[in-house]
C-alpha cells in the first residue's frame, strides 16, 4: 500500500531539494524529473525563488521569525511503497511523475525524484508554493486527504492495490475458459503462442511484456508476473504457465536465441568443451529432439568461439565483465542525467529566446523571462549563437551515449552467456544431469493427455 506523508518548507529549501537530488539516492539522477524548472538543486531553487517573490511579495530565503513557523516556501511530499509490493523504481517514478501532473496541473513548479537506496522504494517531490499562474497552494489536513485519494487512484491505474479488497481465492473454471480449453486452444495455450513468438524478436523480458501490452495484453509487474489476453477473465502467473515460461526461462530463451548453431572444434584442449559435448552426445543418445540439446549446443558454441578451456577462466571472465558492466552503468547513468539536464535547458533557452524577440508580452511570459535570465546567465548563454552552440553540444552528447549504450549492452549480455555457462557447468558436473533429464521426460510422456 502507498503512503503519503507531507512536510511544509518554512526556509532552506535548497537544501532540501539538494536531498532529494542527492546522486547516490537516484541511481546517479537518472530517477530525477522536473517541471517548469531545471532538475538540479542550484538551478530549481533559483526558478522557484523567481516565482514565490514575484507572486507573494515576500522573500524566498527570508529568516524564520522569532515566534511561529513563518510562511511556507514549498511543500515537500513523500510517496512511500510497501517493500512487499516489489515496485521497480522505473515505475515509482512514472507513478511519481503522473501523481504529480494529476495533483497539481502543469503551472506548478516541482522537482521529482525516485530514491531507491533502501529496503523500500519511495518518491519525493518539492512543489513551490506559486505556481507560474500565481495560485498557491496550501498544505493542510484536507489537501493531504484529497492527495492521498490521488495517490491512490494513480497507483490502481499502474496495477497497484491500494488495498487488498478480498482475500478469498476462486477455485472453479471461468466458463469462457472451460469452453476454450473443450476446443483446445485454452487461454495459457495461447499466451504461450504468443510469447513463443515474440521471443524471435524482442531483446529481453521487459520488451516482451512490452509488447504482449502493445497486443493488448494486461501485464501486472511485481514480484510474481501476471498477464491476461484481451477476452480473458482471470490474469495468470507466467510461472504457471511451464518451465519454459518463468521470467529466468524467458531470459534464458531470449539471450541464446541469437547464438549460432555451427560448432567448430579449436585444436587447443579444452576440459569445459569435452564436458558438454560429452553431455551433449548423452542427451543424443536417450532423445535427439530433446529440447536442451539447442541450448546446450549454443553454448558449446560461445565455448568454442570464445576458447575458453576451463570453468576457471569463465568465472575469470566474469569478474572482469561485471566490472565492466558496473563502470559503464555508472557512467551511462551520469552521462543521461547530464544530456537530460542539457536538453532541458536548451527547451528554455529556446522559449527565452522566442519571448525576446516578441513585441509585445502578456504578464505571464515577462515572468518566464525573469525566470529564465538568471538561469541561462549561469549556464554561458546570453546571445542566439550560445544556444546553437548548445544544441551542438547535446547532439555529441547523444553520439556518446549512444556509443556508451551499445558497449554497456555487449559487456551485459556476454556477462550473462558466461554466467548461464558457468551455471550448467556446475549442474551437469553433478554426475546425474542425463539421468534427471530422462526421469523428467519419462514422467511429462506418463502424464494423460485431456482428449479434445
Same mark, same amino acid.
Not at 500565481?134 to 486527504?145: C, I, M, Y
Not at 529564465?372 to 546571445?383: A, F, H, Q, W
Given at each position: 500500500?502507498?503512503?503519503?506523508?507531507?512536510i511544509?518548507?518554512?526556509?532552506t529549501v535548497?537544501?532540501?531539494?539538494a536531498?532529494?537530488?542527492?546522486p547516490?539516492?537516484t541511481?546517479d539522477l537518472l530517477y530525477t524529473?522536473a517541471v517548469?524548472?531545471?532538475?538540479n538543486a542550484?538551478?530549481?531553487d533559483?526558478?522557484m525563488?523567481?516565482v514565490?517573490?514575484?507572486f507573494?511579495?515576500h522573500k524566498?530565503d527570508e529568516?524564520?521569525?522569532k515566534?511561529?513557523k513563518?510562511r511556507v516556501k514549498?511543500?515537500?511530499?513523500?510517496?512511500s511503497f510497501d517493500?512487499?509490493?516489489?515496485i521497480a523504481?522505473e515505475?515509482?517514478?512514472?507513478?511519481?511523475?503522473t501523481?504529480a501532473?494529476?495533483?497539481f496541473g502543469?503551472n506548478?513548479?516541482v522537482?521529482?525524484?525516485?530514491?531507491n537506496?533502501?529496503?523500500?522504494?519511495?518518491?519525493?517531490?518539492?512543489?513551490?508554493?506559486y505556481?507560474i499562474?500565481?495560485?498557491?497552494?496550501n498544505?493542510?489536513?484536507?489537501?493531504?486527504?484529497?492527495l492521498?485519494e490521488i495517490s491512490?487512484?494513480?497507483c490502481l491505474?499502474?496495477?497497484i492495490?491500494?488495498?487488498?479488497k478480498?482475500k478469498?481465492?476462486?477455485?472453479t473454471?471461468e466458463?469462457?475458459?472451460w469452453?476454450?480449453?473443450r476446443?483446445g486452444t485454452?487461454?495459457?495455450e $495461447?499466451i504461450?503462442l504468443e /510469447? *513463443? !513468438?515474440?521471443?524471435?524478436?524482442?531483446?529481453?523480458v521487459d520488451? +516482451?511484456?512490452?509488447?504482449?501490452?502493445m497486443l493488448g495484453?494486461?501485464?501486472?509487474r511485481g514480484k510474481?508476473i501476471s498477464?491476461?489476453?484481451p477476452d480473458?477473465?482471470?490474469a495468470v502467473?507466467?510461472k504457471?504457465?511451464?518451465e519454459?515460461y518463468?521470467?529466468?526461462?524467458?531470459a534464458s530463451?531470449i539471450l541464446?536465441r541469437d547464438?549460432?548453431a555451427?560448432?567448430?572444434n579449436?585444436?587447443?584442449?579444452?576440459?569445459?568443451?569435452d $564436458?558438454y559435448?560429452?553431455? /551433449? *552426445? !548423452?542427451?543424443?543418445?536417450?532423445?535427439?529432439n530433446?529440447?536442451? +540439446?539447442k541450448?546446450?549446443?549454443?553454448?558449446l558454441?560461445?565455448?568454442n568461439?570464445d576458447?575458453?578451456?576451463?570453468?576457471?577462466?569463465v568465472e575469470?571472465?566474469?569478474r572482469?565483465?561485471?566490472y565492466k558492466?558496473?563502470n559503464?552503468?555508472q557512467e551511462?547513468?551520469?552521462?543521461?542525467?547530464?544530456?537530460?539536464?542539457l536538453?532541458?535547458?536548451a527547451e528554455?533557452?529556446?522559449?527565452y529566446?522566442?519571448?525576446?524577440?516578441?513585441?509585445?508580452?502578456?504578464?505571464a511570459?515577462?515572468l518566464?523571462l525573469?525566470m529564465?535570465k538568471?538561469?541561462?546567465?549561469?549556464?554561458?548563454i546570453?546571445?542566439r549563437?550560445?544556444?546553437?552552440?548548445l544544441k551542438?553540444?547535446?547532439?555529441d552528447?547523444?553520439?556518446?551515449?549512444?556509443s556508451?549504450?551499445e558497449n554497456?549492452?555487449?559487456?551485459r549480455?556476454?556477462?550473462?552467456l558466461?554466467?548461464e555457462i558457468?551455471?550448467t557447468?556446475?549442474?551437469?558436473?553433478?554426475g546425474?544431469y542425463i539421468?534427471r533429464?530422462v526421469?523428467e521426460?519419462?514422467?511429462?510422456?506418463a502424464k494423460?493427455h485431456?482428449?479434445l
Amino acid at each position: 500500500m502507498p503512503y503519503l506523508k507531507s512536510i511544509s518548507l518554512h526556509t532552506t529549501v535548497n537544501r532540501s531539494l539538494a536531498y532529494i537530488l542527492n546522486p547516490d539516492k537516484t541511481e546517479d539522477l537518472l530517477y530525477t524529473n522536473a517541471v517548469n524548472c531545471l532538475p538540479n538543486a542550484r538551478d530549481a531553487d533559483l526558478m522557484m525563488k523567481t516565482v514565490y517573490e514575484h507572486f507573494s511579495s515576500h522573500k524566498f530565503d527570508e529568516p524564520l521569525p522569532k515566534q511561529g513557523k513563518g510562511r511556507v516556501k514549498a511543500i515537500h511530499y513523500i510517496q512511500s511503497f510497501d517493500p512487499k509490493d516489489n515496485i521497480a523504481p522505473e515505475l515509482a517514478h512514472k507513478i511519481a511523475r503522473t501523481f504529480a501532473r494529476k495533483a497539481f496541473g502543469d503551472n506548478c513548479q516541482v522537482v521529482i525524484t525516485t530514491h531507491n537506496d533502501k529496503a523500500h522504494v519511495h518518491n519525493h517531490i518539492i512543489i513551490n508554493t506559486y505556481g507560474i499562474d500565481g495560485r498557491k497552494f496550501n498544505a493542510n489536513k484536507k489537501t493531504l486527504d484529497e492527495l492521498k485519494e490521488i495517490s491512490d487512484r494513480v497507483c490502481l491505474a499502474f496495477g497497484i492495490q491500494p488495498f487488498d479488497k478480498s482475500k478469498a481465492k476462486r477455485k472453479t473454471v471461468e466458463y469462457n475458459e472451460w469452453q476454450i480449453e473443450r476446443r483446445g486452444t485454452s487461454w495459457k495455450e $495461447k499466451i504461450r503462442l504468443e /510469447i *513463443d !513468438g515474440l521471443i524471435l524478436k524482442v531483446k529481453n523480458v521487459d520488451e +516482451l511484456l512490452a509488447e504482449l501490452e502493445m497486443l493488448g495484453y494486461t501485464v501486472k509487474r511485481g514480484k510474481y508476473i501476471s498477464v491476461k489476453a484481451p477476452d480473458q477473465q482471470r490474469a495468470v502467473r507466467l510461472k504457471t504457465l511451464g518451465e519454459d515460461y518463468t521470467v529466468e526461462s524467458l531470459a534464458s530463451r531470449i539471450l541464446w536465441r541469437d547464438v549460432g548453431a555451427g560448432i567448430k572444434n579449436p585444436y587447443e584442449k579444452s576440459a569445459l568443451r569435452d $564436458k558438454y559435448s560429452e553431455t /551433449i *552426445d !548423452g542427451i543424443q543418445a536417450v532423445n535427439a529432439n530433446h529440447p536442451t +540439446l539447442k541450448q546446450l549446443g549454443a553454448m558449446l558454441t560461445v565455448i568454442n568461439r570464445d576458447n575458453l578451456r576451463s570453468i576457471g577462466e569463465v568465472e575469470g571472465k566474469m569478474r572482469q565483465l561485471e566490472y565492466k558492466v558496473e563502470n559503464a552503468w555508472q557512467e551511462l547513468n551520469a552521462l543521461t542525467a547530464e544530456l537530460d539536464n542539457l536538453k532541458d535547458l536548451a527547451e528554455q533557452a529556446e522559449e527565452y529566446f522566442s519571448l525576446l524577440d516578441k513585441a509585445e508580452r502578456a504578464p505571464a511570459e515577462e515572468l518566464r523571462l525573469k525566470m529564465y535570465k538568471p538561469i541561462l546567465e549561469r549556464n554561458n548563454i546570453t546571445i542566439r549563437s550560445d544556444y546553437e552552440y548548445l544544441k551542438s553540444v547535446i547532439d555529441d552528447t547523444q553520439k556518446k551515449a549512444a556509443s556508451l549504450k551499445e558497449n554497456f549492452e555487449r559487456c551485459r549480455q556476454l556477462y550473462e552467456l558466461y554466467s548461464e555457462i558457468a551455471k550448467t557447468y556446475y549442474e551437469i558436473s553433478k554426475g546425474d544431469y542425463i539421468s534427471r533429464l530422462v526421469e523428467e521426460e519419462l514422467k511429462l510422456r506418463a502424464k494423460p493427455h485431456r482428449s479434445l
